[in-house]
């Protein structure tokens, strides 16, 4: 298909793990992202993942490829209220060299 | 730096005026993108820039929507006229690069509201 697709929403204990899926699109994408969106606020990117990795790791996140399945996955460790926000995936095509993002997931963190 | 800048942060209007919406990048990025964020249709690429030159345009709805950047330091989106459909929060980013490796800079955000 067309789209970047992910869950909707996603609610977590504090001090549980997270886990952000994302299915993409493009096979021959070189480089997966994962942004944060607070409330009233742009995306910040988060971390990014070179195609040719597994996994990633950057202190609290973990992220994990699968090429095969096309499948994307953020792992945020220890989960905080700060952490509440809502994640986007994001691929660059490579037929359009295009950022294409993700629908956005909202973590909810609850104490 | 202070990162992206955008203003207004919030802009509300009638329909059939014209609404401006400007951007400053961060200082050194050759690429500036404008994005317009919904419920209904998430993230979408309106127009980017290189080197102040536009570059694609494709994803500007219609004719009303134009966009300009008269200098590395300045962009401007404008619509003329606005409706209603056109409530978004339309964002501007910036980016050193562009391509497999391009990381985005986001503004807060315009939120734009258009009675």
């Known amino acids: 298909g067309e789209d970047v697709e992910q869950s909707l929403f996603l609610s977590v204990r504090e001090g549980d793990s997270s886990v952000i899926n994302c299915t993409y699109t493009d096979s021959s994408s070189t480089y997966l992202y994962w942004y944060k969106q607070e409330p009233g606020a742009g995306l910040q990117l988060l971390t990014y993942i070179f195609s040719n990795m597994d996994m990633k790791q950057d202190q609290r996140l973990t992220v994990l490829l699968n090429k095969k399945d096309k499948h994307l996955s953020l792992r945020i460790a220890d989960t905080q209220t700060g952490d509440s926000a809502i994640y986007f995936c994001?691929?660059?095509?490579?037929?359009?060299?295009?950022?294409?993002f993700g629908t956005g997931t909202r973590l909810q963190v609850f104490p | 730096d202070a990162g992206v800048i955008q203003s207004p942060r919030h802009e509300v209007t009638e329909m059939g005026q014209e609404v401006t919406l400007r951007c400053k990048p961060i200082?050194?990025?050759?690429?500036l993108f404008w994005y317009r964020q919904t419920m209904m249709r998430g993230l979408e690429l309106l127009i980017y820039?290189?080197?102040?030159?536009?570059?694609?345009d494709s994803g500007m709805p219609e004719d009303r929507f134009s966009a300009k950047m008269p200098n590395a330091s300045f962009s401007t989106l404008k619509i003329q006229p606005s409706e209603p459909r056109d409530s978004a929060v339309y964002f501007c980013?910036?980016?050193?690069?562009?391509?497999?490796?391009?990381?985005?800079?986001f503004g807060s955000g315009t939120q734009l509201s258009v009675l």
């Open positions: 980013a910036s980016s050193p690069f562009r391509g497999a490796n391009e990381k985005l800079f």
């Open positions: 820039f290189n080197n102040n030159v536009p570059i694609d």
């Open positions: 200082s050194g990025h050759d690429y």
């Open positions: 994001a691929e660059i095509r490579a037929d359009t060299d295009k950022l294409i």
